[in-house]
């Protein structure tokens, strides 16, 4: 199992890969992926904001029924608690992100810089 983060999810639906490095376009291939549903709530005030055309129902939708990804079901209150120690992101998105990830023990695909310097399973 891989996790998107919310760029990653934004590019998959657009149909680009670009930036990916080979490690990660590979793993892409060969795992499963999902979603945390902080990205369908990123996804959200992203478009609330104006930066996305189509709100997240539309693009998870997308995700799920064209690329197979779908949203993870993880239970809230486990991530949560898994976040709160990640004080080296004040981005709340980004914590839920990496939390839900290291909760499944899975790589996650970014290219944020400080999630990549930060989460050993990081893949860009």
């Known amino acids: 199992m891989l996790m998107l983060d919310t760029h990653i999810a934004v590019a998959m639906y657009q149909g680009k890969t670009a930036g990916l490095s080979r490690k990660a376009l590979a793993a892409i291939d060969r795992e499963p992926l999902s979603i945390s549903p902080a990205v369908l709530l990123e996804l959200e005030l992203?478009?609330?904001i104006g930066r996305l055309k189509l709100g997240a129902?539309?693009?998870a939708r997308y995700l799920a029924?064209?690329?197979a990804i779908p949203c993870a079901s993880e239970r809230f209150v486990d991530i949560a608690f898994r976040a709160l120690?990640?004080?080296y992101t004040r981005d709340?998105?980004?914590r839920l992100?990496?939390?839900?990830a290291g909760l499944l023990?899975?790589?996650l695909i970014t290219l944020d810089q400080n999630l990549r310097q930060n989460y050993a399973l990081a893949l860009g």
């Open 85 to 87: 120690p990640l004080a």
């Open 57 to 59: 129902a539309a693009i």
């Open 97 to 100: 992100i990496v939390a839900h």
């Open 65 to 67: 029924d064209e690329l």
């Open 92 to 94: 709340p998105f980004d």
């Open 105 to 107: 023990r899975a790589p």
């Open 46 to 48: 992203l478009h609330e």
